[in-house]
């Protein structure tokens, strides 16, 4: 059993910056992959970033790419989501999530484990 609580979000204006964090409590295993994705109103939850067990590898969606950095610390059991030059269009409900098995996966459905997200909103 896995249980994420995301942190972080808020209200900033295009072109600032925010840093998500999802801590990560199990009971046992090794690290396990992680991955952000986010949904805005009325749309689909699609994939944003993910991270590698070790922290060595990253993979990001086209939309993020360059704006945003994952990065992870296994020893806080913490991953963080770093966005700058935030645009509007990033405003969505921001969700981290992993699964046992599905490394590099990009499909939601194939992810078990979700936090309750957390609200991400950018102004004009």
């Known amino acids: 059993q896995v249980q994420l609580v995301e942190s972080g979000g808020g209200l900033v204006q295009a072109g600032g910056s925010l840093r998500l964090s999802c801590t990560i409590s199990r009971r046992t295993g090794p690290p396990l992959h992680m991955a952000w994705f986010r949904q805005a109103p009325g749309k689909e939850r699609v994939f944003v970033a993910g991270i590698s067990r070790s922290g060595d590898g990253t993979h990001y969606a086209d939309s993020v790419r360059g704006r945003f950095t994952v990065s992870r610390d296994n020893a806080l059991n913490t991953v963080w989501l770093q966005m700058t030059s935030l645009k509007p269009d990033d405003t969505a409900l921001y969700y981290c999530?992993?699964?046992?098995?599905?490394?590099?996966?990009?499909?939601?459905?194939?992810?078990?484990?979700w936090g309750q997200g957390t609200q991400v909103t950018v102004s004009s």
């Open positions: 999530a992993t699964s046992d098995w599905a490394d590099w996966a990009t499909n939601k459905d194939d992810y078990t484990y």
